[in-house]
């Protein structure tokens, strides 16, 4: 290896995928060159990001400094400039941008596709890569100025793919795997994602917003890509009719033939399963009862929180009626404190082409751009105008499925023509009841 | 507003506050060319094709300035 | 090394560009068991930690094999995942939001051969390259930020702190011994580009000392409005600064006692750094979660306020966390999250199963909501 690297070495004992171990293959991969591939960035740039890691382990301080680079000509977004401060002694790394490119829904890939993409990135780039980054873009790390042009070239001449998003655009959608593999997806997250990403590329490479603006999309009120937590617009899948009950297989649950939850507590003995103690008891709203051995739900009650469903999938299924809700404005805490998504509709049909959904992401945009502050993410922006705001611009009409409960305080600003007879009064015909 | 009329009005507003700083946001260009946020990017888009105006981002923001002015310019452009 | 154009002009950029593409169709990546069976999926079981199967309407199987993985990979271990799916996946895989590696085949027979193959490959360094795991109540894999591998304003690495942290919870991703399932999350500073704000366990860097100032060079480097509007919380104003040579200079002032640590100034200002290796370290934040599963989502809350960097396997982190994880499995009751034992319990008795110290850090004293989190009612245990 290029630098000694001490500290670096004690990460690759240990049962965990070592990342040192990983970079390491790759530097003397790239220095045996045994494709004989003409690399177009130094062949010794893994050797250097060890080496420049390894001083951040000693230093106890990163050696990164940014850059606005943005993108490639036209775009405002997907690349994220960076430059080591220790150009000299580390010179493979000294200029180190990140390019972000747009993953597919629900990140299945072919095996084929995913070589194209190596061959690229080892090319053009260090061969170091993120599966993925946290919003879910597969991340490119590490090349220079003068490759960006070129890769973006040949992703979308040769591989038919775009660019992800970074600053204040729409950033790169992502979804769970929905319908694709799982029984609870009440909506197609992949369908959606996809179109709405194709629908909206200009938002997502052309930066007009005043942050950055996240959509996510989980199939069920689970929540698996956390979309509740960190996305503006967070569409969660769930359904208005009934629960579909198998009453032979929540016997089976109650026998002990069939494992509650999946099996996913099988690490532990934990006694005999109880559906009393299980389901019915840990019920949020109390709306399951037995009647001798029939399972019964009062559904009108439920509120899909899916506990059930989840501990006795083969018994429980989600209705038939399905779409989702769409909550907005969650962030994270920067920086008047965490945000969770606000519901704000909580019902909608999730289906091609999508336009009522359209309708309602267009007219929040509509409002964010021109009442957003700089930096001001949808939810701070709620915050500081009012949800009541947020309803009139979007023509949505009041419901108490959108708050937790009603106001605490009666200091309603009532608008004039909301008062019988206005504002507008003759003090003098009132003093000729009431004396000064 | 005709676009070469834009293009104009940005450039003069964007070179008046060079002394202080080079980078604006979208809003800062909306309001120069006192358009409806939708119908300025229209504009703006085309600004930066026409290579008038330039993106520079934090990463998390993104902001604007007349292509090659701002005091990291020289470094980023890498000569 | 010589450049080789990829057939791209840079006099005439827009000369034969493509834009706006998107992403490739996920419909080109389905394996033919998913394309089949898509939403059209009955039930599915945990076979054992890290093997799943769905079971579809039309009797179809697809099972799945989930490994963990660094989300920091090379070309040549991408390539090494794709050998695996050629051998044993007719060519396709997926990966999961949390970084997993997905692995399916639609044949029970096909499992074995998979799961050993996968279990064989160890790094030279000695770890695994795919343990199997990372299903149920259990851990899976962590969500994380760059650090040091790549970030500018990181308080703490990622990469690091990950791999010493799977290193300790590993026997808890190979199996399903805890009550639920426990997510554990890292961002590297408090702008949390990983929104690790809702998980059950959260680590987070956090910087302890405002920017230095590099007054010489400030005004050369960065322009000082921007520096200005960056802060978020006001604590900069310009101003004129003389330098030991007697030069005076344009620069800024930092109000140190407004200043949250974010880190926003260095971004706009490369002549405002503040990363330090005394005042750098990570905060330890519990019981968040972001499923709607019995109660509502809830945001992680503050239980060690700071634990200094200790590179290359922050014990002292790793130690705190295995006691989290080791009291929350003693204590809570089958179905429980993390955050809703804490609630149950009580937050007092929380620190006391944990052998954690409740210090004036932990009290909230930022804005309106603070009030909020103070206790108001009679209620309390001894």
């Known amino acids: ?436 | 507003m005709e676009y070469e009329e834009a293009k104009q009005k940005v450039i003069d507003e964007l070179t008046k506050k060079q002394k202080s700083k080079s980078k604006f946001y979208f809003n800062d260009l909306s309001k120069i060319l006192e358009m409806k946020p939708r119908e300025a990017k229209k504009i703006v888009n085309k600004l930066v094709t026409d290579g008038v105006l330039e993106y520079w981002s934090s990463g998390s923001t993104s902001m604007y300035g007349l292509k090659g002015t701002g005091k990291q310019a020289g470094a980023e452009h890498e000569g | 090394m010589a450049f080789i154009s990829s057939g791209y002009n840079p006099d005439k950029p827009m000369e034969d560009r493509i834009t706006d593409i998107g992403p490739r169709n996920y419909e080109e990546f389905y394996p033919p068991v998913v394309k089949a069976n898509k939403g059209k999926w009955l039930y599915h079981e945990i076979l054992e930690p890290g093997v799943l199967v769905h079971v579809a309407e039309s009797g179809d199987e697809c099972y799945t094999v989930r490994a963990g993985g660094a989300r920091l990979m090379s070309v040549t271990h991408i390539r090494e995942i794709c050998e695996i799916a050629d051998k044993h996946c007719g060519g396709y895989l997926r990966f999961t939001t949390r970084n997993n590696i997905e692995f399916m085949v639609d044949d029970k027979s096909k499992l074995e051969p998979l799961k050993k193959d996968l279990e064989s490959r160890k790094f030279d360094g000695g770890s695994l390259k795919f343990p199997v795991g990372g299903t149920g109540a259990g851990v899976t894999n962590i969500v994380h930020t760059q650090g040091w591998i790549h970030c500018h304003t990181p308080a703490t690495d990622a990469s690091g702190p990950v791999k010493a942290t799977m290193d300790v919870l590993f026997d808890d991703f190979q199996n399903m011994r805890l009550p639920a399932h426990l997510r554990v999350s890292l961002a590297c500073c408090l702008n949390m580009c990983g929104a690790v704000h809702c998980s059950d366990i959260a680590i987070l860097g956090y910087h302890r000392k405002p920017p230095m100032l590099d007054h010489e060079y400030l005004d050369k480097m960065c322009e000082i409005p921007l520096a200005v509007a960056a802060c978020p919380t006001a604590a900069i104003r310009p101003t004129k600064v003389e330098l030991p040579d007697g030069k005076k200079v344009n620069s800024v002032a930092v109000k140190n006692e407004r200043c949250m640590f974010c880190g926003n100034c260095y971004t706009m200002c490369p002549a405002m750094p503040l990363a330090d290796k005394e005042g750098d370290g990570i905060v330890l934040m519990v019981g968040g979660k972001v499923s709607n599963r019995i109660s509502a989502p809830k945001f992680s809350k503050v239980v060690v306020a700071f634990i200094p960097n200790e590179p290359p396997r922050w014990p002292t982190t790793t130690d705190t966390i295995q006691k989290i994880v080791e009291a929350y499995s003693k204590g809570a009751n089958k179905y429980e999250r993390l955050g809703e034992w804490a609630e149950r319990i009580s937050w007092e008795r929380f620190f006391e199963v944990c052998d954690l110290e409740f210090t004036h850090h932990l009290i909230d004293d930022f804005r309106d909501p603070a009030y909020y989190t103070w206790r108001q009612t009679s209620q309390f245990k001894f």
């Open chain 1, 1 to 436: 290896m290029k630098h000694e690297t001490p500290m670096l070495d004690q990460l690759e004992t240990g049962p965990w995928p070592s990342f040192v171990s990983d970079i390491k293959q790759e530097a003397a991969n790239r220095a045996k060159n045994e494709k004989n591939v003409d690399y177009q960035i130094p062949v010794d740039v893994c050797d250097d990001l060890l080496g420049v890691l390894e001083l951040s382990f000693k230093h106890g301080r990163t050696h990164w400094k940014h850059g606005g680079i943005v993108g490639v000509f036209g775009y405002g977004g997907g690349v994220i400039g960076r430059y080591c401060d220790q150009p000299e002694e580390f010179s493979g790394v000294a200029h180190f941008h990140t390019m972000r490119v747009a993953q597919p829904a629900g990140k299945f890939y072919s095996t084929d596709y995913l070589k194209k993409i190596c061959d690229l990135w080892d090319f053009r780039g260090s061969g170091i890569t993120n599966m993925h980054g946290s919003t879910g873009d597969i991340i490119f790390l590490g090349t220079t100025t003068k490759q960006l042009e070129e890769i973006f070239y040949e992703l979308t001449h040769n591989l038919n793919q775009d660019l992800g998003g970074s600053g204040s655009n729409l950033r790169t959608p992502a979804d769970c795997i929905g319908k694709a593999r799982c029984e609870y997806a009440c909506f197609d997250t992949q369908h959606m994602c996809h179109t709405l990403t194709h629908e909206y590329q200009d938002e997502l490479h052309r930066p007009a917003f005043p942050y950055k603006f996240k959509f996510k999309f989980d199939g069920c009120p689970n929540c698996c890509v956390a979309s509740i937590a960190r996305a503006d617009m967070s569409f969660i899948g769930t359904w208005k009719d009934d629960i579909r009950i198998d009453q032979e297989a929540v016997q089976a649950y109650v026998g002990g033939e069939l494992k509650p939850n999946g099996n996913a507590h099988a690490g532990r003995d934990w006694g005999a399963f109880d559906i009393n103690k299980e389901v019915i008891d840990l019920c949020p709203t109390k709306c399951m009862w037995m009647d001798g051995k029939e399972l019964k739900i009062d559904n009108k009650e439920c509120t899909r929180c899916m506990h059930c469903i989840n501990v006795m999938p083969r018994a429980l299924r989600i209705g038939k009626e399905t779409g989702c809700s769409i909550l907005v404005g969650a962030k994270a805490p920067i920086l008047d404190g965490a945000q969770m998504g606000t519901m704000l509709v909580p019902f909608i049909k999730a289906e091609e082409p999508y336009d009522e959904i359209k309708e309602v992401i267009e007219s929040i945009w509509d409002y964010w751009m021109e009442e957003g502050k700089n930096r001001e993410r949808l939810g701070e922006l709620m915050k500081r105008q009012g949800f009541q705001k947020l309803l009139e611009m979007t023509g949505l009409k009041p419901d108490p499925r959108m708050v937790q409960e009603p106001r605490h305080n009666p200091y309603i600003f009532w608008k004039e023509e909301e008062v019988e007879g206005g504002f507008e009064r003759d003090i003098n015909e009132f003093r000729k009841y009431h004396q000064r």
